[in-house]
């Protein structure tokens, strides 16, 4: 009898998938290099539906991965080693809003767009942004604690959440967490934000709500070079401005974007920073703000301020950092990025590594990044069909990587550890630290079934699943 049979007394049939299709539908996230077919997909629509999923799943000794919208970057929803993923793209409610707390209810499957979208009338929103908001589910966001272009101001995804509704890995279902964001005892929704589904599959969320900016201004900054581009990000940070969001774009994303879009910039643009400020209760006006910011920005050697007169305006503006990536597309079959973390006064210098490497390794490289909190995105493209481009691409990265290390970094910001950087954990991480990691995934994770082979290297169980090669394709 096959899993969706049995899983059909659970759930009706008709949210139960398998076959060749479903494999090949969910057989990977956007982490796309690296692939493994679920034996079965469930879609439950409460949390008692995963919980007896999973009950099921321990009982018979079968592995199985929490998934939301298959957005993630660094392969947290790939079914490493077969069995059944559980969806949670049926659990879209929003369940309770409490406006004068600012606190929202939510079940985990929802995009994280609509939490804001359904209390904007009262002047609201859920601050974190991640760029593939709109399809990206709460779910996800808690599993990666994402952050977005709004971190800098605002933080990630850790600092909004108050409480959590979670399924152990062997069927129970927790509360953590509360309303009010107080823990009765030790912070274990702290814990699970960030733990990339490996303890847990969490289902609900008490999340924190923020006021609407009083004012918002918006700029595009064209620079000559990335050098005084990423020298202008430092005075912005060093004056004690602190932009809502502060992204940074090189030569080959605007080359992206003209070919895509047919967009244009300012005659010999080389780099563009995208500038927000706002304005919260207390705060300076955001016009001065940007008005700091631009002067800064000309001390630097910026050739062109252009601040948004209108929201159509600001929008427009905008377009530059959220279509770059889909703009790549434009220049390459293939595409791979990493997602490192620097010191903001290091990014002229690594800005500078990051070209040397790809020229020491006979790639192109563009670089669309949250300059303002130090998370960068090299992306590389290339066709991976060319005889070694992707180990070429795989030693570059690496490098870059270690780069980040060596000047006081982390190897991820955002996207994860998932099955990409899991043999670069020891580059962060003494055996001794990587042991604590794996002793407090074991007090949760005893049977290893949940989210398997992830984020800890050299998992018992794990070496059936080998990678093709390490990177984020999107």
Known sequence: MSICSELSRIIPSERLLEGPAAERAYDCDAYTVDKSKPS???????????????????????????????????????AALGGVIISTKKMTHILEVDVPNRRMLAQTGIANLKLSQAVAASGLHFAPDPSSQSVSTLGGNIAENSGGPHTLKYGVTAQHIAGLKMVSPEGDIWDLGSKEGHSKSVDLCGLVVGSEGTLGIVTESWV????????VSTALVAFTDVRPASEAVAAIIASGVVPAALEMMDKGILAALQAAFGLQFPERSQALLLVECDQQPGESPATEQMEKVAKLCREQGAIDVTIATDEADRQRLWTARKKGIGAMGRLAPSIVTHDGVIPRSKLPEMLDFVYEVAALHNIRVANLFHAGDGNLHPCFYFDEREAGAIERVVEAGEAIVKRCIDLGGSISGEHGIGVEKQELMPLMFTPEDLALQAQIKAIFNQNSLCNPCKVLPNQKHCVEHKKRWRGVAW
């Open 40 to 78: 079965a997909i469930a879609l439950p629509e409460s949390t008692d539906e995963v919980a007896s999923i999973v009950k099921w799943c321990c009982q018979n000794e079968v592995p199985f991965t929490p998934r939301g919208a298959g957005t993630g970057l660094s392969g947290g929803a790939l």
């Open 208 to 215: 924190k709500l923020t006021p609407l900016p009083m004012q």
